[in-house]
């Protein structure tokens, strides 16, 4: 019986979300995942086909998660979506991202590919993860040095939990009928850096500033502080550009509308993570 849903990416961000969400309601689910260590888990790796028979046993739904550090990842996720295809797959949930549009670069080819071949498929577009300031890219300059560097100037984007995408997902996995297409995921509000900075300084007590970078400084940065190469780091110097031009600068119903209730507000985010900002 096919009742199961396989949750790629099952330890990552949203998929390890998903997954506590859907053992929440009491529903079946595989964690696909290269090092498995926990009853819910079987050994997945996008590179080995071996070991995709067993992980697509039973399922009925998928969830999809790009394999990570692989700038175009369609070529490697094609093989594995023809074989669920072929071994009874219905539904394909795609984690994409809000600046990807069908046919595009990354995720959005393979957007285009699903909308091609997969019998039922929702693409998720999320906006920028809440996360990003409590275990990704901006927690270790809150945390030490009270900053948040980018080159956004004013930009606004509606920063959504992680929590939200995963209850989103859950939805479009689960309900028939969740019609295929793609889905533009915000959280409430739409802020600038400096309103985060703000928010931050105000619940923590102490200044958090946002620093306006050019795109230069900010590429340099990425390759300095993170040890990026030159063409990757331009690149998302440049999507900060994009941001600063109001290319994220928008609120959807989305997470109201399919999970029943509210997304969860900057503010409360901050409360329930404060503890990651204190200084070592």
């Known amino acids: 019986m096919r009742d199961i849903i396989l949750v790629t990416g099952g330890t990552g961000t949203t998929g390890g979300r998903v997954s506590a969400q859907l053992s929440e309601r009491g529903l079946r689910y595989r964690v696909a995942t290269r090092t498995p260590s926990a009853a819910d888990q079987i050994r997945f790796d996008w590179t080995v086909e071996t070991t995709w028979p067993a992980a697509l046993e039973d399922i009925k739904s998928i969830y999809l998660v790009a394999p990570s550090g692989v700038a175009e990842p369609l070529p490697v996720m094609t093989p594995f979506m023809e074989l669920a295809i072929r071994s009874g797959v219905k539904r394909f949930v795609l984690l994409s991202a809000s600046s990807l549009e069908a046919g595009g670069p990354m995720m959005g080819a393979v957007h285009a590919w699903l909308r091609d071949h997969a019998p039922e498929w929702v693409v998720l577009r999320p906006t920028w993860f809440m996360q990003n300031f409590s275990d990704g890219q901006h927690l270790a300059t809150i945390r030490d040095e009270g900053a948040i560097y980018t080159a956004t100037d004013e930009g606004r984007i509606g920063f959504i939990d992680a929590e939200d995408i995963a209850a989103v997902a859950v939805e479009a996995l689960t309900k028939p009928e969740c019609v295929s297409g793609d889905i533009i995921l915000t959280g409430p509000a739409a802020l600038s850096y400096d309103a985060v900075a703000q928010t931050l300084s105000d619940a923590l007590k102490h200044p958090v500033k946002h620093h306006h970078l050019s795109v230069d400084e900010l590429a ?61």
């Open 220 to 280: 340099a940065r990425h390759m300095d502080q993170s040890g990026l190469p030159e063409p990757y780091a331009r690149t998302l110097a440049q999507i900060d550009a994009a941001i600063a031009a109001g290319s994220e600068d928008r609120v959807t119903d989305a997470v109201p509308r399919m999970a029943g209730r509210p997304a969860h507000a900057l503010e409360e985010f901050i409360a329930a993570n404060s503890g990651v900002w204190s200084k070592r």
